[in-house]
């Protein structure tokens, strides 16, 4: 089955500890992306990846890193995770470029306490 | 101006009901626009893309005005499993993907 994975589904943590959400898609996609979506402000992007080692910002990648060593794989790293960091992330792919249709992933509930 | 505006709504309407949601955007060197939406707690599934010609699919008609920066989209006879959140997409060259906040549609028994 065609789909974007990710992992943990459900987070909690405190302050400080480093974390990584990982995501998988098996669809061969060069592109993928990183969101987080907050209540009154809708999905915002927080990094994509046009290929392999290929990475660039979106709208709002403070306080976020990410990395594209292999095709299937973007996950996202916190490396000091803090309160305003809350949030619902999604995950996602698509087939060359942004212009296509995006694949999300089930998204990842993040609490930093 | 926000890049890309939506009425929140709710928009509340009764079973087969037509309801029209529009979507402006900033930016007019935007190049392709989509319809997605999003069920509650749910990750955002595309709904369709939007062509300058304009386009149908079964009760869902997509239209986009290039001249007035805007897009729209049409549900007709309304079923109770449209309820869910619409998200307007817009993409330009060489900057993420923009989407709106989203248009909550509830269709009421």
């Known amino acids: 089955e065609a789909q974007v994975t990710q992992n943990p589904r459900y987070l909690i943590t405190v302050t400080g500890k480093k974390l990584t959400v990982t995501c998988s898609q098996n669809?061969?996609?060069?592109?993928m992306s990183w969101y987080r979506q907050d209540p009154g402000l809708g999905l915002r992007q927080i990094y994509y990846s046009m290929n392999v080692e290929v990475t660039d910002k979106g709208d709002v990648p403070e306080g976020y890193k990410v990395s594209r060593k292999e095709k299937r794989n973007f996950p996202l790293i916190l490396e000091s995770p803090s309160p305003n960091q809350t949030s619902l992330y999604f995950c996602?792919?698509?087939?060359?470029?942004?212009?296509?249709?995006?694949?999300f992933g089930p998204g990842t509930r993040l609490t930093v306490l | 101006r926000k890049e890309v505006e939506q009425d929140p709504g709710p928009f509340n309407v009764p079973e087969g009901a037509t309801v029209a949601f529009n979507c402006t955007y900033s930016?007019?060197?935007?190049?392709?626009f989509f319809w997605y939406r999003q069920d509650c707690r749910k990750e955002p599934k595309l709904l369709m893309s939007?062509?300058?010609s304009g386009n149908e699919d079964g009760r869902f008609t997509a239209q986009l005005n290039r001249a007035s920066q805007y897009i729209s989209l049409l549900i007709r006879d309304s079923k109770l499993s449209d309820s869910a959140t619409y998200l307007c997409?817009?993409?330009?060259?060489?900057?993420?993907?923009?989407f709106g906040k989203g248009t909550r549609l509830s269709v009421i028994a």
């Open positions: 930016n007019s060197a935007s190049q392709s």
């Open positions: 669809m061969n996609h060069e592109y």
């Open positions: 997409v817009v993409n330009s060259r060489n900057t993420p993907l923009v």
């Open positions: 996602a792919s698509s087939w060359g470029s942004s212009y296509n249709e995006q694949f």
């Open positions: 939007v062509y300058s």
